[in-house]
Nanobody, 122 residues
Framework: QVELVESGGGVVQAGGSLRLSCNAA??????????VAWNRQVPGKQRELVAI???????EYADSVKGRASISRDNIKKTMDLQMNNVKPEDTGVYSC??????????????WGQGTQVTVSS
């Protein structure tokens, strides 16, 4: 069983900063081969990909967080972090991480964490 564990959620004041961590240390996967990403779920809305850092270390961000977010990974520790600055009330949601590894000729391997609540107060 692959386990991704998120931490760092909570209540943050608008304009402040938060750092979310995704830990795959207990997972029996070759973490460095996986693209890892943060997603955000708000009730009544589709889940949104917030940021992704691929196995080749390229990154992409949702337009809503560009310029305010930075995603990083440590393949030795099997961790992935999301730093967000100048947070806004619309950043509120359940943040979950996932790890995905394409496999030629078959479905990709995908693992998800349970999620952590982030609430930005105005």
């Amino acid at each position: 069983q692959v386990e991704l564990v998120e931490s760092g959620g909570g209540v943050v004041q608008a304009g402040g900063s938060l750092r979310l961590s995704c830990n795959a240390a207990t997972a029996s996967i070759y973490f460095n081969y996986y693209d890892v990403a943060w997603n955000r779920q708000v009730p009544g809305k589709q889940r949104e990909l917030v940021a992704i850092i691929r196995a080749n270390h390229s990154t992409e961000y949702a337009d809503s967080v560009k310029g305010r977010a930075s995603i990083s990974r440590d393949n030795i520790k099997k961790t992935m972090d999301l730093q967000m600055n100048n947070v806004k009330p619309e950043d509120t949601g359940v943040y979950s991480c996932h790890a995905r590894r394409p496999v030629p000729g078959r479905s990709a391997l995908v693992y998800w964490g349970q999620g952590t609540q982030v609430t930005v107060s105005s």
